[in-house]
Nanobody
Framework: VQLQASGGGLVQTGGSLRLSCAAS????????VGWFRQVPGKEREFVAA???????IYGDSVKGRFTISRDTAKNTVYLQMISLKPEDTAVYSC???????????????????WGQGTQVTVSS
């Protein structure tokens, strides 16, 4: 599967953005999908994920502010981000894999398919 991430941009503190991860396959609903982010010089951080069954998982730093959702008809997973903070600034990437299960969904090593990153910059 090929993934296309989009929706990044520059926003002020407190603002909102919605990222999209569009897949090339109509069977995308059979994949677990995760969002990860990375700042230069730091390790990639888990942000959020959705299992094949629709269970959603969030990183502690984004709980209550970010929402991950899946639109099966559009083969797309979204990451709605609100109340953005400067520390949310990063390159956000989506990843997918049909074999990822709930217990390992936070681990980037479990995902075989990655989209290109999209830059999110939150100004103070």
């Amino acid at each position: 599967v090929q993934l296309q991430a989009s929706g990044g941009g520059l926003v002020q503190t407190g603002g909102s953005l919605r990222l999209s991860c569009a897949a090339s396959e109509r069977t995308f609903n059979r994949y677990a999908v995760g969002w990860f982010r990375q700042v230069p010089g730091k390790e990639r951080e888990f942000v959020a994920a959705v299992t094949r069954g629709g269970t959603t998982i969030y990183g502690d730093s984004v709980k209550g502010r970010f929402t991950i959702s899946r639109d099966t008809a559009k083969n797309t997973v979204y990451l709605q981000m609100i109340s953005l903070k400067p520390e949310d600034t990063a390159v956000y990437s989506c990843a997918a894999d049909p074999r990822v299960i709930l217990s390992s969904i936070r681990s980037q090593q479990e995902y075989d398919y990655w989209g290109q990153g999209t830059q999110v910059t939150v100004s103070s």
